[in-house]
């Protein structure tokens, strides 16, 4: 669609809303920013856009106005589609994009388009660096912190698009149809938004609802849900396995990561020369690897960039030992799933800190796993109390309240010994005391040093 001279009204003034704006001002398109937190003040919302980049700002009340005179609505990820003002807009017939199908909008290159519950960021992550590995024009964007508005326009026929995508943005989809997409499996999370796993599957599925045979979807085999996808896809399905090998795709035998065509299997790397550990990283690798032979980089390539490849930020990342305990920071550990494979990851015994913001997770298969790894569990935040609950339904009881992620580390040091670990990977979101998991992140390593 051409926005040249069109009306568009982008709802939310955060960090995507901006991004919005500003990419909507360097096309020529007329842009409206609204915001319902009627407490924000539209000049302090003004200050927040770049310099030289121009939006009216209509803070709260009446959607009537804004309706009436717009060509596009385009909302920001946290704007549930269900919310007054999306249906205000959809009932008058105007389109609702978010900003992934904004950003599509101008995308000259080729795209590859990664979603899932767990491992979506060290998956991108690692994509976008065997990419640039191969000496391609690369943009590593979308919900991993960098907006696919402010990179697009840089895009041309050579360059590659790297774009890691949440479930909030996938709702919002239209003709967004990358090369290759990934799902990299299904479990319950961000249900609060969603209601039912089934309606959770299905705005996941929706990254590649626009793909051809021509395009590539890659699936996780070892999840029934999606192998059940890749036999309904109008893409060509391509699947990564833990457990089993794979008609096309990439699979784990013993310890090493081989690629097959369906004719001939070729052999990739073996695990044991990775700096990254834990089974799920096994899976984040073969999904990473398998989009990357989709796009045509040589296994050369790709085996010499996994090889040197560490862990991002804030997942099962390493801090410090002291006193001979070694101490992890996975806050980005946001629902019972991710906090599992963390435990599984653990190869000593673990206190683990947990609790945070409310998603209606349940947390019964989580401490579940806990066995013989996980020997204390530090409590924070609104779910404290449903955890602890839980825990003591499967006859776990030696559970640590405490009021502060500071106090959490503080009594984590004072109970751990030589050779044990101290786990933060909450399995749950940081809104309820927290900006983000990256400042809960941050807070915990900092906490940590100053012991």
């Not at 695990?271 to 980089?297: P, T, W, Y």
């Given at each position: 669609?051409?926005?040249?001279?069109?009306?568009?009204?982008?709802?939310g003034s955060g960090?995507?809303?901006?991004?919005?704006?500003?990419?909507?001002?360097?096309?020529?398109?007329?842009?409206?920013?609204?915001?319902?937190?009627?407490?924000?003040?539209?000049?302090?919302?003004?200050?927040?856009?770049?310099?030289?980049?121009?939006?009216?700002?209509?803070?709260?009340?009446?959607?009537?106005?804004?309706?009436?005179?717009?060509?596009?609505?385009?909302?920001?990820?946290?704007?549930?589609?269900?919310?007054?003002?999306?249906?205000?807009?959809?009932?008058?017939?105007?389109?609702?994009?978010?900003?992934?199908?904004?950003?599509?909008?101008?995308?000259?290159?080729?795209?590859?388009?990664?979603?899932?519950?767990?491992?979506?960021?060290?998956?991108?992550?690692?994509?976008?660096?065997?990419?640039?590995?191969?000496?391609?024009?690369?943009?590593?964007?979308?919900?991993?912190?960098?907006?696919?508005?402010?990179?697009?326009?840089?895009?041309?026929?050579?360059?590659?698009?790297?774009?890691?995508?949440?479930?909030?943005?996938?709702?919002?989809?239209?003709?967004?149809?990358?090369?290759?997409?990934?799902?990299?499996?299904?479990?319950?999370?961000?249900?609060?938004?969603?209601?039912?796993?089934?309606?959770?599957?299905?705005?996941?599925?929706?990254?590649?609802?626009?793909?051809?045979?021509?395009?590539?979807?890659?699936?996780?085999?070892?999840?029934?849900?999606?192998?059940?996808?890749?036999?309904?896809?109008?893409?060509?399905?391509?699947?990564?396995?833990?457990?089993?090998?794979?008609?096309?795709?990439?699979?784990?035998?013993?310890?090493?990561?081989?690629?097959?065509?369906?004719?001939?299997?070729?052999?990739?790397?073996?695990?044991?020369?990775?700096?990254?550990?834990?089974?799920?990283?096994?899976?984040?690798?073969?999904?990473?690897?398998?989009?990357?032979?989709?796009?045509?980089?040589?296994?050369?390539?790709?085996?010499?960039t996994i090889r040197?490849?560490?862990?991002?930020?804030?997942?099962?990342?390493?801090?410090?030992?002291?006193?001979?305990?070694?101490?992890?920071?996975?806050?980005?550990?946001?629902?019972?799933?991710?906090?599992?494979?963390?435990?599984?990851?653990?190869?000593?015994?673990?206190?683990?800190?947990?609790?945070?913001?409310?998603?209606?997770?349940?947390?019964?298969?989580?401490?579940?796993?806990?066995?013989?790894?996980?020997?204390?569990?530090?409590?924070?935040?609104?779910?404290?109390?449903?955890?602890?609950?839980?825990?003591?339904?499967?006859?776990?009881d030696n559970i640590?309240?405490?009021?502060?992620?500071?106090?959490?580390?503080?009594?984590?040091?004072?109970?751990?010994?030589?050779?044990?670990?101290?786990?933060?990977?909450?399995?749950?979101?940081?809104?309820?005391?927290?900006?983000?998991?990256?400042?809960?992140?941050?807070?915990?390593?900092?906490?940590?040093?100053?012991?």
């Amino acid at each position: 669609m051409d926005l040249q001279g069109k009306c568009v009204v982008v709802v939310g003034s955060g960090v995507s809303g901006i991004g919005a704006v500003k990419l909507l001002n360097q096309v020529g398109a007329e842009a409206v920013l609204y915001d319902g937190n009627e407490k924000l003040d539209a000049s302090e919302v003004e200050a927040r856009l770049p310099e030289g980049v121009k939006a009216k700002v209509v803070i709260g009340g009446s959607f009537d106005e804004l309706v009436k005179g717009a060509d596009l609505a385009v909302i920001s990820p946290g704007v549930p589609v269900d919310s007054p003002v999306v249906i205000a807009f959809e009932e008058a017939n105007v389109p609702v994009w978010g900003e992934i199908e904004l950003a599509y909008n101008y995308e000259k290159g080729i795209v590859a388009a990664i979603t899932g519950t767990n491992g979506k960021t060290t998956t991108t992550t690692l994509v976008g660096e065997i990419v640039k590995a191969w000496g391609r024009e690369t943009y590593v964007v979308g919900n991993i912190g960098n907006s696919y508005t402010g990179e697009v326009l840089k895009s041309n026929k050579d360059s590659v698009t790297v774009a890691e995508i949440s479930s909030f943005q996938l709702e919002t989809v239209h003709e967004f149809a990358p090369k290759v997409s990934a799902i990299l499996n299904i479990t319950p999370d961000h249900l609060n938004r969603h209601y039912t796993m089934e309606n959770y599957a299905a705005v996941k599925e929706r990254i590649a609802a626009r793909q051809d045979k021509t395009c590539f979807c890659v699936l996780n085999y070892d999840d029934e849900v999606l192998r059940k996808f890749g036999e309904e896809t109008t893409a060509t399905p391509v699947y990564f396995s833990r457990k089993e090998k794979v008609e096309r795709g990439t699979y784990l035998e013993g310890t090493m990561i081989k690629y097959t065509d369906g004719q001939e299997s070729i052999d990739v790397i073996d695990v044991r020369d990775m700096l990254l550990f834990g089974a799920h990283n096994h899976e984040n690798v073969m999904a990473a690897a398998a989009i990357a032979i989709c796009l045509g980089v040589p296994v050369q390539i790709i085996a010499d960039t996994i090889r040197n490849f560490k862990a991002v930020e804030h997942r099962i990342e390493y801090v410090r030992t002291l006193d001979g305990v070694e101490y992890y920071n996975d806050s980005k550990g946001t629902n019972p799933d991710s906090t599992i494979k963390a435990i599984e990851a653990m190869p000593k015994k673990t206190i683990l800190i947990a609790g945070g913001y409310d998603k209606h997770s349940e947390f019964d298969e989580m401490i579940k796993t806990f066995g013989d790894t996980v020997i204390e569990l530090v409590l924070l935040g609104v779910t404290k109390d449903k955890i602890a609950a839980a825990a003591r339904a499967q006859g776990f009881d030696n559970i640590c309240f405490v009021d502060s992620l500071k106090e959490a580390v503080k009594v984590s040091h004072d109970d751990a010994k030589e050779g044990q670990i101290v786990l933060l990977s909450p399995a749950c979101a940081s809104w309820d005391m927290f900006k983000s998991y990256e400042e809960r992140g941050r807070l915990f390593k900092q906490y940590v040093n100053e012991l």
